[in-house]
């Protein structure tokens, strides 16, 4: 598909800089050529929009100005990028259909509309959304129900009783709704403890690649509307987060934390169970989070490589700053420093 | 399936407090109404057992007096509770024979009672044995065997030779038996080395979701009774993990490690390889193991997160803790501190 | 097979001590027996040597006169007993020919000596090339090319427009050109950006089971020839990795992070992204890189774990470390230490 800068500029609502019957066809990086739309969101890339030789960039009102080449004028350019780049690059959809290798239980309901991939199983009082799309080797459980417009994408696995909200995507690899880590122990051993809830996830949420979403232990593992989840996330039973939080990679949550909205956790972070972590809450990245939070605001806990002879130093005098400290009391005690400022520093 | 309390207290050995008639045919949490089965496993959830309108508890003799509805009083609720629910839910059990979509090799034999769901494939040689279970998508190599009652849930990987021990469960996407990281270096670059070994789980192991097991270089990767390993968990080649052991997820634990018996390690805890760990040792969650430990006990390394705008004061602080140990012993020598305690912090 | 110790030295150009006529045909560990050839790359396991039964080693010059066995004397073992290993040991070989059950679009272009498994979907406009493997449950979109001798082991999700070198292995559950996790802020939520680039895998590549590489944003993300990669390690959108770096398990890349040549990543190490590693890179295992690094070397930043009441009290010391520097400075100031000193330490 090709649209006018005119066409895009109407639609979108931006500003146009340049020659409205200009066409371009796709997105691409500031270096690409031809009929390509491009995008600056930061002045750091200045150099490369002094440079660029695509058909037409999305920028603010500030580096419109600096733009060599015809520019869409947005108060938020990355989102109406986004769009655009929507437009220009449709996401596969439903063929309406069950595939002759489906097996799709005779006690679930397919919407019409709905494409049942290769290979794809749904089971017994499962429903079907209209326009939903299972790709090739989607396992759909019992008592499941997938919304208008959801799209499982290949090798999804939904377990039995999930619910999963219209418009949300599972990539590849993820499973939702696998058992929680529940053990009483037992003499030697560990007796498993059924894991009797469910998960329910929210409308337009992402969960990424190799993810994976255990069930409640009793209640439910609850993911609010607009979340988005990236790969390799593990989200234990019980776990609750909050309205339009997102979630980086490789981050692990641990039982019954419970997350709230707008939240941004960064890739790597891990979590301990039974935790509260309020509204506006951002960590950055490999934090490690073992108590509540209350106040909005950016987190860390990150400590960056060093050399590695340096680090074994560093290390060194970390596990014998007790022993530093005790040798500053005794300084202090010595030059008759005032006891109340000691005192702040060696509490435990 | 509905019981009375009189029944569950007779077979699971418990003292009732209350009516023998009352039926339950649930567990559930305490803020459930109707014939649902509860359970208080601590002191801290009192509040919500006294405003409790489940059916009837289980609880340990000091919760009892306070229990408003029936209780069944158990020296170790928890497992009780395990066993009860396991009664009142219990798992999906092998519908005996093999699909006719699955691939099992004339040369592999499968026991009459066991379930070989859709789309699986059983190699040359593998025997599956009675009532196991088999889910759809999941691959069984060649020589491979799955002792009586293993379930494999949905899409498990168990690649050529593997052993599987009775009643063992593998959650959706694990993978055991794939080759680990062996590589030789030859020049610029890296020289495969076949993984000759296998994998061998033991009994009553439980894998969790996307968990990865690789098959040993030369011996085999070991994971013996009773383990219990969470989602994606990371176990490189010729790990030995003892008997019931407990492993939360996101836990990656590196070649020829060893862990001992009935040891729990935090999710998201790393390992180094050619480890040893003996019995009874715990990581906290996030701990970083680059020794051998032979202690029992409880060891930790995670740093919480801060503000991170404390936090950079912080990481500064640490990665200038040479110089403040420089700093203080000068001090020292200027004050004429006995040189015995200055040494046992400058040393390196 | 079985082959003489003569054949081996020939082929290998190995110095043999020992009778060329004897037979090997597996290789194992020091402590097996029997026709099996062990090696030995380290005189740390001199003991095992000196005690062991096998038929031949493979040994550099130094500890071939401590063997007790005929010895290969090679100046690298290791590569020249993976060389041996990969001849008694072949892996599985494609065996021509399209399993009926899989589902190849009729505009996809499958060498005939290429093998599709069972369950595997091969999209329109995909090349699959000489002596390709597609182990059971793999899918490949549209407008894939698969070089020859490419290895997909079983269930790998590789999506559209991807390319995989010549000789490269992808293992069970990897996931190859997911969506990069690409959002605009927009209100209280997200708008998702279109991941309209894709994953460029060069040749002799490796990928470990259940590794997620997502495709790129505008550009590709790239994987340069001889990189080896573990299980479980996530690549965000247009991360470059450079030629036979090798990435350890559990591993995290950040978009747009450039990796070098020849770079060792520990395993679990995570990166933040748009930084730029140099060649000859190392980081040992739990690295936080935050930073880019130019010059060659070794870097770590793990912090072992230790006895957890130690630890509490270590952590502790850290948060306060502020407080310690101010009373450092206050005893310095008292004592009438040179400002510069002071200063060196107090800058933030």
């Known amino acids: ?100 290798t489906a097996l799709v239980h005779p006690d679930a309901q397919v919407d019409p509309t709905a494409e049942v991939g290769p290979w794809c199983m749904v089971g017994a009082g499962s429903k079907i959304g209209a326009r939903a799309l299972l790709g090739p080797h989607c396992t759909v459980g019992a008592q499941v129900t997938l919304a208008d417009d959801v799209r499982l994408l290949a090798r999804v696995t939904v377990c039995d009783g999930v619910t999963i909200g219209a418009r949300s995507t599972l990539h590849p690899g993820c499973v939702v709704g696998s058992d929680g880590f529940g053990y009483a122990r037992e003499g030697q051993g560990w007796t498993k403890v059924p894991q009797v809830g469910t998960v329910r996830v929210g409308e337009d949420v992402e969960i990424g690649a190799n993810t994976t979403i255990d069930r409640g232990a009793l209640g439910d593992t609850v993911i609010c509307d607009g979340v988005k989840l990236d790969n390799q996330i593990q989200i234990a039973h019980n776990v609750v987060i909050g309205e ?93 420093v005032a006891a109340a400022l000691q005192q702040e520093d060696s509490d435990d």
């Open 1 to 100: 598909m090709a649209l006018t800068l005119g066409q895009l500029a109407v639609r979108f609502g931006c500003e146009l800089h340049g020659n409205p019957s200009i066409l371009v066809d796709c997105v691409g990086t500031l270096d690409a050529e031809g009929p390509v739309l491009g995008f600056v969101a930061s002045k750091v890339y200045l150099p490369q929009l002094l440079a660029t030789r695509v058909a037409a960039v999305v920028v603010d009102a500030k580096l419109a100005p600096s733009s060599p080449v015809p520019a869409l004028v947005s108060a938020n350019p990355h989102a109406t990028f986004a769009h655009i780049a929507s437009l220009l690059h449709p996401q596969s959809v439903a063929v309406p259909g069950v595939h002759p």
């Open 244 to 336: 339009h939080t997102a979630v980086a990679a490789c981050v692990g949550i641990a039982g019954s934390t419970r997350i709230g909205k707008r939240c941004m956790i960064g890739g790597g972070t891990g979590m301990a169970g039974h935790l509260v972590l309020g509204d506006d809450i951002f960590i950055t990245g490999f934090g490690m989070v073992t108590r509540s939070i209350d106040k909005p605001g950016l987190y860390s806990s990150v400590l960056p490589v060093e050399e590695a002879r340096s680090w074994r130093r560093i290390v060194g005098r970390i596990k014998r700053l007790d022993s530093m400290a005790a040798r500053l009391a005794a300084l202090e005690k010595a030059a008759g």
